[in-house]
């Protein structure tokens, strides 16, 4: 299995990242892609990685929650740190769209996002995109910018069916995560109806942690739990969810 999204440098994992990773392999999880959400992250990050190099895979980039006043000139690092060594990182992430904390912002957040979708093109690299509250703006960005070179994964999807088929039809893929197991969540209908031919699994661990999990602290052993609940759910056994979505992030990460 791959976690496609686990956010194992956060200081929630201080005390016990490497018992964390023990479980996560020991249960299936091969690689886990780390993506970076501000400065201090990229720190943490690469500092894993160092520890874990067959393990962990990173991406770069702002997450729509750090737009500040200063982001241009975070974003102007970053793309030096692109140009630089792009094949350090398989992703460009975690980028996108939030307004959930923020409605004020939003013009800022979709001129970093621009920014930043043009290293998917320059350096032929998925994105891993955060939406929140934001699926209307979120859309019209991709839709003006749709083509065959940039692809991507809608991380933590929790979008309709119509996004859902819109964003297939642009050759995206969806992140299912936690979410979906939770009894509330429609989720399961919505990959009922499209298939596993463009989905992608992940943890966003320490958020988001699924049945029997939940409201605990989740972690990249937990996709475990995923894969198994949407075996049950969907008919299929663990070991081809495993394969079809592991297939699914090898091709998008091109890995």
Not at 151 to 158: A, E, S
Not at 221 to 230: R, T
Not at 231 to 251: D, P, Y
Request: with cysteine.
């Amino acid at each position: 299995m791959i976690d496609t999204h686990t956010h194992l440098d956060s200081t929630k994992f201080s005390d016990d990242i490497d018992e964390v990773i023990k479980r996560a392999v020991s249960v299936g999880v091969k690689k886990m892609y780390l993506p970076n959400v501000d400065d201090n992250s990229l720190v943490r990050m690469r500092n894993l990685q160092k520890r874990y190099p067959n393990y962990i895979e990173l991406m770069l980039g702002l997450h729509p929650c750090d737009i500040n006043s200063d982001w241009e000139k975070v974003i102007d690092r970053y793309d030096k740190i692109w140009k630089k060594n792009p094949s350090a990182f398989v992703a460009v992430g975690e980028i996108g769209l939030d307004l959930y904390w923020d409605k004020s912002n939003i013009d800022k957040q979709i001129l970093a996002l621009n920014r930043q979708l043009n290293w998917c093109l320059e350096y032929d690299k998925p994105f891993s995109m955060h939406v929140r509250d934001a699926w209307e703006p979120m859309m019209k960005v991709l839709r003006d910018r749709k083509s065959s070179q940039l692809r991507g994964v809608l991380h933590c999807f929790t979008g309709s069916l119509e996004i859902a088929n819109e964003l297939i039809d642009m050759g995206h893929y969806l992140g299912i995560g936690g979410v979906t197991t939770f009894k509330n969540s429609n989720l399961i209908k919505v990959i009922s109806e499209i298939g596993l031919s463009h989905i992608v699994l992940e943890t966003d661990s320490p958020y988001l942690a699924p049945v029997p999990h939940r409201g605990k602290r989740n972690e990249s052993s937990y996709l475990f739990d995923i894969a198994l609940y949407l075996s049950r759910v969907l008919g299929h056994t663990i070991e081809h969810i495993k394969q079809v979505t592991s297939e699914n992030a090898n091709h998008i990460f091109k890995k």
